[in-house]
């Protein structure tokens, strides 16, 4: 397929990669064309011109308003595609934006992903999505190229909606294990012994195998930024507040973040949460 894919940040490049790899002809656009032309694909000066002539149209940018700028904004994408054009969104953003693009072009999905930099470089990704059954059957094959699930959740917005579940999920899981390791700590526990007794049981968790040996060395300069989640957290916190849902812990967490970041840790690794516990 020609595909246009706008947003070639520490996720979209490596994704762009993934379709280049697969035999799409991938056009690609970066707001810093630098980004662009590291990918050695073919870059576009505009998300118009990207989009002109592609089949299928793929976006993985910052927020609501770097998404509605590359689609709906001057030289924005939509003003260029083909009536049939597919239109797949891979930001984490509002379920309002996401259905109000679905509105403008049926053929949408918004398909937020999980899994990180490590997971967009393997190809590996979870994909969440939010589409009618005929967009989400198109873009199925052209997202296999660099995910390991692919599932349909529901409507337009749906997506988004399961992408904060997610989060909310992540925010809880990274405090408690921030207070088990401190406690271990306290208690002065061999901390490898520890991971061993416990990591194969009910305390198990991605987190836990992938950033208890990390967080016990202070190591925190990978991952998921904290900057970013607390976007995450905060959408999910208004969309709470849309649907009524009471979220106390992820509201409580989002605070511990903003501490995180005042201690210049917003583009270290969400599990920094760790730092604003005393040893």
Same mark, same amino acid.
């Given at each position: 397929?020609?595909?246009?894919?706008?947003?070639?940040?520490?996720?979209?490049?490596?994704?762009?990669?993934?379709?280049?790899?697969?035999?799409?002809? *991938?056009?690609? $656009?970066?707001?810093?064309?630098?980004?662009?032309?590291?990918?050695?694909?073919?870059?576009?000066?505009?998300?118009? /011109?990207?989009?002109?002539? /592609?089949?299928? %149209?793929?976006?993985? *940018?910052?927020?609501?308003?770097? +998404?509605?700028?590359?689609?709906?904004?001057?030289?924005?994408?939509?003003? /260029?595609?083909?009536?049939?054009?597919?239109?797949?969104?891979?930001?984490?953003?509002?379920?309002?934006?996401?259905?109000?693009?679905? &509105?403008?072009?049926? @053929? =949408? %999905?918004?398909?937020?992903?999980?899994?990180?930099?490590?997971?967009?470089?393997?190809?590996?990704?979870?994909?969440?999505?939010?589409?009618?059954?005929?967009?989400? +059957?198109?873009?199925?094959?052209?997202?296999?190229?660099?995910?390991?699930?692919?599932?349909? %959740?529901?409507?337009?917005?749906?997506?988004?909606?399961?992408?904060? *579940?997610?989060?909310?999920?992540?925010?809880?899981?990274?405090?408690?294990?921030?207070?088990? +390791?401190?406690? /271990?700590?306290? =208690?002065?526990?061999? @901390?490898?012994?520890?991971?061993?007794?416990? =990591?194969?049981?009910?305390?198990?968790?991605?987190?836990?195998?992938?950033?208890?040996?990390?967080?016990?060395?202070?190591?925190?300069?990978?991952?998921?930024? *904290?900057?970013?989640?607390?976007?995450?957290?905060? @959408?999910? +916190?208004?969309?709470?507040?849309?649907?009524?849902?009471?979220?106390?812990?992820?509201?409580?967490?989002?605070?511990? $973040? &903003?501490?995180?970041?005042?201690?210049?840790?917003?583009?270290?690794?969400?599990?920094?949460?760790?730092?604003?516990?005393?040893?």
């Amino acid at each position: 397929m020609r595909i246009a894919f706008i947003g070639t940040g520490v996720m979209g490049a490596p994704m762009a990669g993934h379709l280049a790899r697969a035999g799409h002809q *991938v056009t690609v $656009y970066n707001r810093t064309r630098a980004k662009a032309e590291a990918t050695g694909l073919t870059v576009a000066d505009t998300p118009a /011109a990207a989009a002109a002539g /592609a089949e299928a %149209v793929i976006t993985c *940018v910052g927020n609501d308003d770097d +998404l509605a700028a590359v689609t709906l904004g001057t030289d924005g994408a939509f003003g /260029a595609m083909a009536d049939d054009a597919l239109f797949i969104d891979h930001t984490t953003v509002s379920a309002d934006i996401a259905r109000r693009l679905a &509105a403008a072009r049926p @053929l =949408s %999905v918004d398909a937020p992903v999980s899994g990180g930099q490590a997971g967009a470089e393997k190809g590996q990704l979870s994909i969440m999505c939010g589409a009618s059954e005929a967009a989400f +059957l198109r873009a199925r094959p052209v997202m296999e190229a660099y995910a390991a699930r692919i599932v349909h %959740v529901g409507a337009p917005g749906a997506g988004q909606q399961t992408k904060m *579940v997610n989060q909310i999920c992540i925010a809880g899981v990274v405090q408690g294990l921030s207070e088990a +390791l401190r406690f /271990a700590q306290a =208690s002065d526990l061999d @901390l490898d012994k520890v991971f061993e007794a416990i =990591s194969g049981g009910a305390a198990q968790s991605w987190q836990m195998v992938n950033r208890w040996p990390t967080m016990a060395r202070d190591e925190f300069d990978f991952g998921f930024a *904290v900057d970013w989640m607390r976007k995450d957290l905060g @959408l999910a +916190l208004d969309e709470a507040k849309r649907n009524g849902a009471v979220l106390p812990v992820a509201a409580l967490v989002d605070q511990f $973040y &903003a501490e995180v970041q005042k201690m210049g840790g917003g583009r270290q690794d969400t599990s920094a949460l760790v730092r604003r516990l005393p040893r």
